[in-house]
């Protein structure tokens, strides 16, 4: 999940189309869902943009209502 402020609108519009490139699936605004590790691409796509202090990773053990996600992702 990110909150980059509005005057890093670019890096925001850029952390979206990479996120959903890299297989991530949008949840809520600027909040997206994988079950696969992906630390080391968030990390990059921050860096290239200098907003990765914006930019947080939440490890969580299940979602309520997943069965959409699971089906999305063949699990």
Same mark, same amino acid.
């Given at each position: +999940?990110? *909150?980059?402020?509005? %005057?890093?609108? /670019?890096? /925001?519009q850029a952390i979206n189309f990479a996120l959903k490139k890299i297989?991530? &699936?949008? $949840?809520?605004?600027? @909040?997206?869902?994988?079950?696969?590790?992906?630390?080391? %691409? !968030? *990390?990059? !796509?921050?860096?290239?943009?200098?907003?990765?202090? $914006? +930019? /947080?990773?939440? @490890?969580? #053990?299940?979602? #309520?209502?997943?069965? !959409?996600? #699971?089906?999305?992702? *063949? &699990?």
């Amino acid at each position: +999940m990110f *909150d980059v402020p509005e %005057e890093k609108k /670019r890096a /925001r519009q850029a952390i979206n189309f990479a996120l959903k490139k890299i297989g991530c &699936l949008h $949840y809520q605004k600027s @909040v997206f869902v994988t079950p696969f590790p992906c630390k080391r %691409e !968030v *990390d990059f !796509v921050g860096e290239c943009f200098e907003v990765r202090n $914006y +930019m /947080r990773i939440v @490890v969580a #053990e299940s979602i #309520e209502g997943s069965a !959409v996600f #699971e089906k999305k992702f *063949d &699990l």
